[in-house]
């Protein structure tokens, strides 16, 4: 029997086509979530989903199980869970926001600490740049201790 893909389903057509009315990417990151849930679903729940019997909490916790095992990205990894809660409750099962938080242990995020550039480095990097202009907006941004995102912001 062959494995249809996530695609090929109308429901899910028709949900990711809802997704997609906004943003494309939007469609695409959902297509992609749907994709990981099919193959977790095809991997361990075949015969589970025959007989009907499934407690939606258990199965989102594995699925979470499931995706870390891929090593996946925490972000990318909570956008996928996003993506199958939404059309899971798009097909009108209901998860609750309450009981998904305590049932379903998500991993945490944990952003690597920023470090401002040393006296070495900073010389380093003008040392390096050829482009005048460049090496102006790299000494503007060092003697005045602005980050890149606010420096446009004074013209």
């Known amino acids: 029997m062959r494995q249809q893909l996530v695609s090929e389903y109308d429901r899910v057509n028709t949900f990711l086509n809802s997704i997609g009315r906004n943003s494309k ?8 979530g749907l994709r990981y849930f099919e193959k977790f679903l095809n991997t361990n729940y075949s015969e589970a989903l025959q007989d009907q ?6 199965l989102l916790d594995q699925f979470v199980s499931y995706l870390s095992q ?4 925490v972000p990318s990894l909570k956008l996928y869970m996003i993506s199958v809660r939404s059309y899971l409750q798009y097909n009108d099962i ?3 926001i309450s009981k998904f938080k305590r049932k379903v242990k998500m991993p945490r995020f944990y952003p690597d600490q920023e470090e401002p550039l040393s006296l070495s480095g900073i010389r ?3 040392e390096y740049c050829s ?4 090496r102006c907006y790299l000494l503007v941004l060092v003697s005045s201790g602005l980050r890149q995102q ?3 912001q004074l013209g």
């Open 70 to 73: 891929q090593s996946i990205a």
């Open 25 to 32: 990417n939007s469609r695409r990151m959902y297509a992609t």
């Open 94 to 96: 209901d998860i609750s």
């Open 131 to 134: 482009n005048t202009r460049l």
């Open 150 to 152: 606010r420096q446009p």
């Open 124 to 126: 380093e990097l003008l």
């Open 53 to 58: 019997r499934i407690n939606t909490y258990e």
